[in-house]
């Protein structure tokens, strides 16, 4: 059924019939949209006028102690030419200028209920069950009584709540108009259409060289639309994996080469100094031990022991990067007391000579429990830590809670020490990175304290950021996931 519709109807007819149907049914939409909000308008302002007539009587009876005034209300009736009818709560009718004789109960009557329910109401056309004419009928509430006033439905009523005849032929001439422009709209597109889908056939079978453009075939707009994109997904997507993949290796392989050899190169010579050290006061320990006096043996024998603790250090930086960097996928994650960490982490302050120690200033809220890895959280802070005592120079150090989310926790760890050059900045993170060798060497310093934290805090899902404080120092800001 969907091919023989296809061939008996191009896309051009399709489209303009589609746009045409479009176009009429929203003329229509915007016909009745108008007729509605005009009738509403004209049904609100009668409806009103009658509310204004029903509240004049009402206030004219509950004036006088609830006694009908015959004469104020026919008085009222005759200027505005209407029908007037007094109701009690239980619909019985108390008074009606236009039928002097028992009348039923009006409870039923829509405009009463509403009136009774909502405070007023109003039924547009309705025929009277007194005098079989139609009215239109507005009552209104007050504390003990119901007012109504009914207008009669004549055809000057009738003709006031038509439609104005000018907005319906406007909106007609529009849609005329677009109708017309979709014609040859769609004539054009149509034609253009048939030439994309003889390219796109002729593209696709290689064939583009030879590309006649003197012949249009009438395909449609399912098979050009699946050509093209199946061409274009074919050619992007091939060429972008191929790309991709291809730069992804390269780079790849790259950076392994490259930090394999940096690494290696920065292992070699960091391990070779310790090493020649503790050797080379072995070897004078050995060769003089029967001419050297025993405290010159152990001075000797203390800086070996020197060089083996900084050795040591530096083997376990380089395996908790190894660990962090290439066995990430093993290792555990736990809930991890902050609060505990710290209280570890400041102790570490009394390792220090007193004239080398810092103040410690906590501010994080008491039981924070993040999911992470113990150790490496440990390490995260006590490098940071380390690191201000070894080389800030100040006397105070300060570690915030500074946000808190349903998804992370930011830290902030700030000293208030000299802080670093600025083109240091960038590179405090990098392996085996010392601001001044001779004196991170002279302290111990492995270099790998704050590639550490880094990568502690990469495998928690984090950041970290670091400047220099105005008032002096470094800052240290980073997340925890």
Not at 341 to 347: C, E, I, K, M, Q
Request: net charge negative; with cysteine; hydrophobic share 40%.
């Amino acid at each position: 059924m969907d091919t023989a519709l296809k061939t008996k109807f191009n896309y051009q007819t399709r489209l303009f019939f589609l746009i045409i149907v479009f176009t009429w049914i929203l003329t229509f939409a915007f016909f009745m949209l108008q007729y509605t909000r005009e009738k509403e308008y004209k049904v609100d302002t009668i409806n009103t006028e009658l509310q204004m007539t029903n509240i004049k009587i009402l206030h004219n009876i509950e004036t006088h102690g609830n006694r009908i005034d015959d004469g104020f209300i026919d008085e009222v009736a005759s200027l505005d030419s209407i029908r007037v009818t007094v109701i009690n709560l239980a619909g019985d009718v108390l008074y009606d200028n236009s039928h002097s004789g028992e009348m039923d109960n009006h409870i039923g009557r829509m405009e009463v209920r509403e009136a009774l329910d909502n405070g007023e109401g109003y039924t547009i056309r309705r025929m009277s069950e007194t005098d079989s004419n139609e009215y239109f009928y507005s009552a209104t509430r007050g504390d003990s009584l119901v007012v109504r006033s009914a207008l009669p439905y004549s055809k000057a009523l009738a003709d006031y709540f038509q439609v104005d005849s000018v907005y319906m032929w406007v909106i007609i001439l529009f849609a005329i108009i677009v109708s017309v422009i979709a014609y040859f709209a769609t004539r054009r597109l149509g034609q253009s259409i048939q030439n994309l889908s003889d390219f796109a056939s002729q593209a696709e079978q290689g064939n583009i060289l030879t590309y006649d453009t003197s012949s249009f075939p009438q395909d449609e707009l399912g098979e050009i639309s699946k050509q093209i994109i199946s061409l274009y997904k074919k050619l992007k997507r091939t060429i972008q994996e191929r790309d991709d993949n291809m730069r992804n290796a390269i780079f790849e392989e790259q950076e392994k080469v490259r930090i394999k050899q940096q690494l290696t190169s920065n292992i070699n010579h960091e391990i070779k100094t310790p090493v020649h050290a503790i050797q080379a006061c072995l070897e004078t320990v050995v060769n003089n031990r029967d001419t050297f006096d025993k405290e010159t043996i152990l001075s000797l024998i203390d800086k070996a022991y020197q060089n083996v603790q900084r050795l040591c250090s530096l083997l376990h930086d380089i395996s908790v990067l190894t660990r962090i960097t290439e066995a990430g996928d093993q290792i555990k994650k736990s809930p991890v007391n902050i609060n505990e960490v710290l209280d570890t982490v400041a102790g570490d302050v009394a390792q220090f000579p007193p004239e080398k120690q810092m103040r410690v200033h906590v501010n994080v809220p008491a039981g924070m429990v993040v999911q992470g890895n113990d150790t490496l959280i440990e390490a995260i802070f006590h490098n940071l830590l380390i690191n201000a005592l070894s080389y800030s120079g100040g006397r105070d150090i300060f570690i915030d809670m500074i946000e808190e989310t349903p998804e992370y926790y930011k830290f902030r760890f700030a000293d208030n020490g000299v802080g670093v050059d600025a083109e240091h900045l960038n590179h405090l993170f990098e392996r085996f990175y010392r601001v001044d060798e001779g004196r991170s060497r002279k302290l111990g310093g492995t270099g790998l304290g704050l590639a550490i934290v880094k990568n502690a805090i990469l495998f928690h899902q984090g950041t970290v950021t670091v400047k220099n404080l105005l008032s002096g120092g470094l800052e240290f800001n980073f997340t925890i996931y």
